[in-house]
């Protein structure tokens, strides 16, 4: 960490830094520039000590040298994390696509969507049974009624599931049926049910928040991985900005920052990136081009009726068109994808 | 609404949404203009069930005309809601300041700055058992132990007490010490937390999502409204924006905005709002001047040694030369402030 | 256009706003809901006269239903606009790269990266002989003398020129030497600059502002349009968000949207876009992937001593490497990129 | 400055990056840490010299340790400058407020108005003839003939005028006739205009971009600054962020941050800023309360005839009740305003 002193500060002010971070255990290097005085701390201490150095009188402001996560960093673990959900792996040379409907609305819909979207190549099913919804006179799932047709289509399938949580006293119902934990963007900092779905050990889709920097994206993930669980998967899933010809901003950005900075793998939803189905294709070609490890697609048999979303949902057969679109950008990326199955009827 | 339809739509497509509309039981309105046929659709139904008509084949966008709050607005309750803690009432012609330590670190510290903020003018104590944190690896709050603190400090100085809570779980705990429950801007949209705070009846302090808009904002306090609460505060605490130079731009227009759609009452926040404890009395008394019902203010006897938000801190003597100014101002805006009361020693 | 009056807007103004309305030449529909009276207004006028409309007694809000552009958009021309340079033609079925330094800095340089791009693929030459900086004691670009160098740099190699002009009175000098005139972010809303870039004919690369939206900047194309210039070809390089991990998000979500609403060409700036040469290649593949007509990357044989955002410029081996991947991606979309032809030494 | 060095650097590329520090005439002071190398460079350098060090290999990333501005910076002028207007000392202890239409239209519209924003006690009268407009379709201001009526304005009222130049070659035109030139938003960056403002000598009112921090725009400031023009005013306008309740969102924060760094006076513009006239007169409050020196104000006799920005325009009625709030608030925070003076009729 370095210490900026302001332009005035005495040397008084400037020892008792100083011998504040002498007190937590650093090393000192003062150098006295012509306007500024700077104070560098050497050691191997937890940034969140140090945060109130800033507070002291005559101190400007605090530079951190160091990323504050640490365990999902690369520095810490150079070589990419491989999640495993039953024979998929995320995050290997595959490019693995999980798509199906925002909300679970019935048992035809889902399993009818399920097979469609196997059909075309998808690995893992989405589907939301509880839904976090800006108003409260919206849908708002059907909860473990949900879950289990999500099971169902599952078993008709072979399918793994994710499936969204959305409050601590849920996680250990979801974690009995769902392969995949999702954590949706706006409880990208609900701390408390990060902890709660680290406990369980099963894989989690962690969302990115719409304001939140890829920084503290991988805070977030910090504390899923601290509390000892490391099946952890990112996803950018859009951004606020004042742009509304979207109704996100989808940060591509991510995608080369977060391979660069941390070893999780990393999700691409240009769902609710754009908002919009016309833009899903292209954007969903560009996730693969930029080196994601996946997408993640809102797919509903008659997206006009559908209960939550319709307007970003592609139809199987614009899903199916969508497949094969990426197969080639796959292969030009070195990226491999699963040949679509032959399903269960 | 309205519906926009696509230059091309056809005249099947048309009748298709007509339809549609009807069905949902709404009058139709067609206008078919140079360029674009304009469909109104006229009736009292919630806007959730329309949502997917712009999914549907030749529709352009929708664009709806009334806002999807109710009882949030102030259509619904022309006169402004008063929320009534001890015999504080917010939302009166009172300007009311909420005062107090970021976290809850000690007995001495808590007691010692809430006598100071109380002596300073203060009518409501703050402070944090529990903390949400960016980093695991940060200071979490002490927890019910500081629940206990608080209830000491009220009882040495007769302030009641907002403190946050940051999941469902500790809902009933904390409304057994809190005399207002906090709602923290990460948890805007943590629907089953704001679910869980309506059940209690407890006033509620909801601030503003980092990444919201003063709609939303309204959306979330929907969710405790329609749970039966009426007791809410809403609370601008700063948005994200491109800027650096203060840790978040605090919205002032929310005030007015607010204001204007609202029946609820609106605190401030500069402590959070800027980051910057020199930025602070600035911020307090333009967020006065602007019409808003009270502060919520970070005070700390040692900033420098406080666990958690140091910089953005005033000390109690900067807090108490700042109550002056604000007495200045909120009789310049017809606004009363209580008199100093003598603390308990 | 349709004007939503408000809850309590009198028919007395009710009538004000139709009566307007009908003096600018509209038919009027006039929808009485149960909670507001929305009117209407039919008919082919520019929407400049009835923007203030808003402003009558009664009046809470207009809402456009047309887009503000004429002859940006796809409405006015079905089919895409191809913008010929030299023997390249932007907008077809070649995915077009254009290449070279930030800054002009001396014959050496722009000679040398000018050989090395083209050798790579590249089919047009970027660089800068004026420069927009932030800082007035910033390297402000070599000026006329900077754009003899770049002509001999297309003497040397054959390559078309695009080059930034900043100011009115540089147009006329700049169109001499240039083959496509640049329009810089910052310079996206110089009415003056945009009337005077159209008066010369020449292709234009019109950058997106900042802060601008998709809509604004087809508004600004709009300015060159009208004057009478129809050789626009669009530029994304990133806008301002809160994220800092890159300069500014590069955002590709402007590919697709642009190519719904506009026949223009869109190119992409992966070097400004993310403002650090790790990310270029990722962008790049993905912005192919997603449909742009083309790139402008910043090249140096020496980025470390660049006078001009180093930071984010390729060597040339990185850039040739680049052109590698690109050449696999533009074939997997269905675009053809040309073959490196030879450099005449 | 401070250099960060990649974690896996190599004393090679260690000692290359001091050497480049050192031939630059830097002292340099290295710190090994544990996790990274850290290089201080100490000296006073212009910070454009040492930019690309960051593209040197093992260089993860620079620190700058001092603002870039210069002459804007509190450091190099601590005391506050005064910039004087006829009679108008902006800066001083009197809080200014500027007033008059958006738009220049009519002889009778301007010396309307101008005779009722002084009765009402503005002390400056704003008005424009040249009009930066999204659309090439919308009224672009009368031009010079504006430039006459404004001159009319001030003969029959003794108000000095601020207007709006928007490109180099106006800039002697305008300067005739202005007695402050006014640099909006969208030029903020536009440095061939802040070069020829410079020239002029003339008091400068320079708006904040849409998207600019303010330390860009006190960068800005230095262009005209370092031209030799020390007649500066800021103002803020209002930045673009994702809400939409608001047209810009008003960043007071600026007031006190511009107070902190800077030396120039900074004027609020709440008309633009939240684009609508009911939040107008709690924002011009709220910006005295937070200690800006003064306000610019739109005012028009009939807005909803107005030709530019009708809704966000005030009617004089309107204004002087506004008047009356602001003297009470001035006083508050020890602001003196001018008595309305008598108007010459």
């Known amino acids: 960490m370095i210490v900026v002193m302001k332009k005035d500060a005495t040397p008084r002010q400037i020892e008792d830094v100083a011998a504040r971070l002498r007190h937590f255990g650093f090393d000192i290097h003062l150098s006295a520039g012509v306007e500024r005085t700077v104070i560098g701390a050497i050691g191997d201490k937890k940034p969140a000590v140090l945060e109130n150095i800033e507070a002291m009188p005559g101190v400007e402001r605090i530079v ?49 969507t399920a097979r469609q979207v196997k059909a075309a190549g998808a690995r893992i099913l989405r589907g939301g049974a509880y839904k976090p919804r800006t108003s409260p006179y919206s849908f708002q799932g059907l909860a473990e009624e949900g879950l289990k047709l999500l099971r169902l289509a599952r078993e008709e399938t072979g399918l793994p599931i994710v499936t969204e949580v959305l409050s601590p006293k849920d ?90 900075l941390s070893h999780l793998p990393i999700i691409v939803d240009p769902s609710h990136g754009t908002g919009k189905r016309q833009y899903v294709p292209a954007m969903s070609r560009a996730a693969c081009a930029a080196g994601a490890d996946g997408l993640i697609i809102e797919v509903h048999p008659r997206p006009e009726e559908a209960l939550s979303d319709g307007p970003q949902s592609l139809t199987p057969a614009q899903f199916s068109q969508l497949m094969q679109e990426l197969a080639a950008v796959a292969a030009a990326v070195g990226r491999r994808m699963a040949s679509p199955a032959p399903v269960k009827w």
């Open 64 to 112: 951190p040298i160091l990323h504050p996560f640490k365990l999902a960093g690369r520095e810490f673990k150079p070589e990419p994390t491989v999640v495993q959900v039953g024979d998929v792996r995320v995050g290997s040379d595959e490019f693995v696509v999980m798509a199906g409907p925002c909300a679970v609305e019935s048992e035809e819909q889902v399993v009818e």
């Open 171 to 260: 996680v250990e119902l979801v974690a009995e049926y769902a392969d995949i934990l999702q954590i949706g963007a706006r409880n990208m900092q609900n701390f408390s049910l990060l902890r709660e779905v680290a406990v369980t050990r099963k894989p989690v889709l962690l969302k990115r928040g719409l304001a939140n920097t890829v920084e503290e994206w991988l805070m977030a993930a910090e504390y899923i991985l601290s509390g000892g669980n490391y099946q952890v998967m990112l996803c950018e899933r859009g951004i606020r900005t004042f742009e509304t010809a979207t109704r996100n901003t989808l940060d591509l950005n991510a995608v080369p920052v977060v391979k660069e």
